[in-house]
């Protein structure tokens, strides 16, 4: 039985949101959403082993949503290659959307053992502890450095305090006499790169 574009939208509860005559692309676009919807997901899957299956479906639906939103962009992938522009476009902005959220975990992750780090007690037999701090603290050093305009170590008891507190850059910023500038600077620099250790980038 063939799927039209009011079929596929109904099914996603979006009926509403169809214009009542669909461009040739976009009906085609979430026609083949639903068509391909188990293989994608698979697909997504292989990408994104960690992924549970609700990421993975909310990335599908992301795609199915962007049909809506930019119905341009799948009227020209269309015209271009058909079908299969279709599909890589739709794989591609699910594939983008449960990047972007695995980063956002990444980075909270990232965020919490920095602030554990710093909260750590160090006793007996924790190397580990010694090696991840002295990585940590090289990594601030750099950031306090290029950014300090002369007092990178004022910078570094700032970005120190401000890695660990959740206050906003311009509270910390404040209580060390210092512009906000510098200090989100230098910890966009330190969160990036604690990040890319994280994701082996």
Not at 43 to 66: K, M, N
Request: hydrophobic residues 45%; charged residues 30%.
């Amino acid at each position: 039985m063939s799927c039209t574009a009011e079929d596929a939208a109904f099914a996603l509860g979006w009926e509403t949101l169809l214009p009542a005559e669909p461009a040739r692309g976009v009906a085609e676009a979430l026609r083949l959403h639903e068509k391909i919807q188990a293989r994608a997901r698979n697909w997504l899957l292989q990408r994104f082993p960690q992924a549970c299956p609700s990421e993975i479906a909310d990335a599908w639906q992301a795609a199915a949503l962007d049909v809506l939103e930019h119905p341009a962009r799948y009227e020209a992938a269309w015209a271009g290659d058909g079908e299969r522009g279709l599909g890589r476009l739709l794989t591609t902005v699910a594939w983008r959307a449960l990047r972007g959220e695995h980063r956002r975990v990444a980075r909270r992750r990232a965020r919490g053992s920095m602030r554990l780090a710093a909260q750590i007690t160090v006793t007996a037999g924790q190397e580990h502890y010694f090696a991840m701090r002295h990585e940590l603290d090289g990594v601030i050093g750099a950031a306090a450095a290029r950014y300090g305009a002369g007092r990178p170590d004022l910078l570094e008891r700032a970005l120190l305090e401000r890695l660990c507190e959740a206050a906003p850059d311009t509270e910390i910023a404040a209580r060390h006499n210092l512009r906000r500038e510098p200090l989100n600077r230098a910890r966009r620099v330190v969160e990036v790169e604690l990040l890319d250790g994280l994701l082996g980038a």
